[in-house]
């Protein structure tokens, strides 16, 4: 698959434009997610953003 050209303020995998944000993690959880996120294929920005958008997706049980 073809990478699509990334262009400053022009949002491309979401319907908008991704904003800096702060989290702090311990080492252990900032590595495993370093890991899914190479296994998928995907950045760590990316892997936060999907669990993010599911999150809202999801009724309270």
């Known amino acids: 698959m073809a ?3 990334r262009l ?3 949002p491309i995998l ?3 434009v991704k904003t800096k ?3 702090v993690l311990t080492p ?3 590595e495993t997610m370093k890991v899914e996120a190479r296994i998928r294929g995907i ?3 990316e892997l936060i953003e ?3 958008r599911n999150l809202v997706n ?3 049980s």
């Open 3 to 5: 990478s699509k050209k």
């Open 8 to 10: 400053k303020n022009i």
């Open 14 to 16: 979401h319907d908008e």
């Open 21 to 23: 944000k702060t989290v």
């Open 28 to 30: 252990t959880a900032w």
């Open 43 to 45: 950045s760590v920005s």
């Open 50 to 52: 999907e669990f993010g």
């Open 58 to 60: 999801k009724k309270p």
